[in-house]
């Protein structure tokens, strides 16, 4: 059988990414699909640099080796023995209890108040000894899924895409570099902020007439909240979660726009690329979460991600895999009434 082919757009969230680590997981297990591009901001850069390594040097099982190693640098344990109790604990307690630690209320409050400029970003040179061990040889390869990441000019505000030779150490701590936390990357003389602001993920890379019609966005920043937020932590996570999605949004009601002007005939078939978009998420449980674990890595948020990540890929497959290449499993005109 012949594998389908079909894009991944992976979003930025910090830690949450571990989420993500679950899904790609899963759908590395699957020798049902190829892979054949990669568009990643922030966490999902760093997810999709572990994807590229491994797929570049032709191995699955190395792929998700990367990801494991990634992961367990940031925190996760990956001794099942750790799994019962890990499981044992609730996301929303974690997160709150995180989100409420003097440690927390610390780095928050230095945040909101001093400039990164004056303050030693030890989380930025963290990810910078963590990325030292990444096979960049492999990810900047011409084999393997095409492979892109993005950052935002700070002058400019516009965003600024990395893709082969580009893709180095300095330009995936630009795609996950928050301002309120760490000093702008400068690459080439220009400085660079987190590229959720401008592409989280960015999908026009993956509409290159090479690469296949559909892709997979697997989203970590819930895109709806049914309650109203109040208190100053609620309306503040919102405000995150509202920022985050809304390049996304935007490129979404673009490629909607597109579908509508191709299904109608009012332009030629063939003449723009008739995307076919599906998505994995979990609202629920990234609901019950805040910033907190976002910046703050925990092991018990970590496992659970993980596992949610890999449930909702598995879902995906067993839900959608005939979808692929045929049509989109989100309906976009819904989403944008």
């Known amino acids: 059988m012949t594998p389908k082919r079909i894009n991944l757009a992976l979003q930025g969230g910090g830690a949450h990414g571990a989420f993500t680590w679950g899904v790609l997981d899963r759908l590395l297990a699957d020798e049902r699909l190829e892979i054949a591009g990669i568009s990643g901001t922030s966490a999902g850069a760093l997810n999709g640099a572990a994807v590229k390594a491994g797929l570049a040097r032709g191995s699955r099982d190395l792929a998700r080796e990367w990801l494991e190693a990634i992961w367990t640098g940031v925190g996760a344990f990956t001794d099942e023995v750790w799994a019962p109790w890990f499981e044992a604990f609730s996301p929303m307690a974690v997160s709150y209890a995180t989100e409420l630690s003097p440690g927390y209320q610390f780095i928050d409050g230095i945040s909101r108040s001093i400039s990164p400029y004056m303050t030693n970003s030890m989380s930025q040179d963290a990810l910078r000894r963590l990325l030292a061990g990444l096979d960049f040889e492999a990810v900047c390869a011409a084999t393997g899924p095409e492979f892109h990441i ?188």
């Open 150 to 337: 993005c950052a935002t000019n700070v002058r400019t505000g516009k965003i600024r895409l990395f893709t082969r030779k580009a893709i180095t150490t300095e330009a995936i701590l630009a795609s996950a570099c928050l301002p309120t936390l760490f000093p702008a990357v400068e690459i080439d003389g220009e400085a660079y902020w987190d590229g959720g602001y401008t592409g989280n993920p960015a999908l026009f890379p993956l509409f290159g007439p090479a690469l296949p019609r559909d892709i997979l966005i697997v989203n970590i920043n819930p895109l709806e909240r049914p309650e109203l937020p109040v208190t100053a932590r609620d309306i503040q996570n919102r405000i995150n979660e509202i920022s985050f999605n809304t390049s996304l949004l935007r490129e979404l009601r673009a490629v909607e726009f597109v579908q509508r002007l191709v299904h109608s005939g009012k332009i030629p078939e063939g003449s723009m690329k008739d995307v076919i978009v599906h998505m994995v998420s979990d609202d629920h449980l990234m609901r019950q979460l805040s910033v907190a674990t976002k910046v703050v890595p925990n092991p018990i948020v970590i496992h659970q991600l993980r596992k949610a990540g890999s449930a909702a890929g598995d879902a995906f497959l067993d839900r959608d895999f005939d979808a692929i290449g045929m049509h989109s499993t989100v309906d976009l005109r819904e989403m944008f009434v």
